[in-house]
């Protein structure tokens, strides 16, 4: 089984507490937990035990409360697979803050942990209405992330050209509001 | 005098919008729910759903890497969870005899439960059965048990009582020198 057959997984029956269908969705989901608790927590150093530990913390809150928070899955809004992803993530996120209240030697904090980044990352305050939020968010992952278009493209499920189109009207107007001519414009 | 401005490149405009733009306060994105987030990623929200979700996503870095990571992870396959990871999981949650005992309810739940009802009386009838059964053989042993006894404590007394006057007989004699 793997993270495909998710989404073939008996959900009345899951949150029911049907063992064996427990079982099936535990073997299909584990490695998609695997793999999303341990790029979550890979920046942190953290052991093996750990990933481990979060891990199961994602399966406990899963089923906790009687199924609480798998009754609130919807599949009409989303895949089991990707909404899983985003839980184990939170999971992920939630563990490291309580592993870090807990006790931590301040040496074994990672130093990006501790400081500030070293890049300099500008506040940005773009006039309201000046771009869409996607506009906005392009750019950001574009020129503030600088991530790879294909990337983004991905992301946002389309395609690199749309992505480059987005961009393009995003700057128009950026241009626009400077009352500054593109660097192809002649200028 | 040349008054034509140097173009600047994409980045740099970028930029300048943060040092050039007016100081105004910017209103926080709305809390991304995990059900919301995940539709937004799956693309499966309209262009009007998906905007707020993502201006919270522009809005905080954190959630912008996240974002990528998790379309990454579900884009490609994955290597196969640790077993003990599995084998932790899978133990979570037991058959429903075994969450049944747990919970400490099995008779209450086997005696009021509905559907076993036919069941139910069938053992009830039994045990009340094998109770009565026990019952008179335990009584008919007793009567045995007390008749036996009963017998043995009148040999006993008839003895002793014939001890007794023997004694008694003897000492009558012995008392007087015979």
Redo the contacts between chains.
Sequence with gaps: MGVAELNLIDLQALTRGDKRTWDAFVVAAAPLINAVVRRTLSAYRLSEEDVMDAAQDVFVRLCAQDFRLLKTYDPARAGLPTWLSVVSRSCAIDHLRRRRQATEPIDDVPEAFLGVEDRHVEKLRIPDGLLTARQVLVLKYLYDEERDVTEVARLLSVDAQTIRSTHHKALLRLRAHFREEGPGDGG | MNT??T?????E????????????P?SAPAAVS??D???W????LT?EA???I??A??AD?AL????????????K??????E???V???A?????AE?TIASGGLFSRWLFGRSRHALQQGVMAVAAVVIAAGGFMVGGGLSESLARQGEGHSATETVSTTSTASNEVSEFFAGDGI
Excluded: C, H, T, Y
Excluded at chain 2, 41 to 44: D, N, S, V
Excluded at chain 2, 77 to 82: D, G, T, V
């Design positions: 034509q401005r173009p600047r490149s994409d980045k405009l970028w930029r300048n919008l943060a040092i050039q733009s007016p100081v105004a910017v995990e059900m987030l995940a539709a990623l799956e693309g499966r262009e998906a905007g707020p993502e201006a996503v522009a870095p912008r890497r996240a974002a990528l990571d998790l379309a990454d992870i579900l884009g396959p994955l290597p196969a969870a640790p003990r990871m599995v932790r999981a899978r979570l949650v037991g058959f429903e969450r």
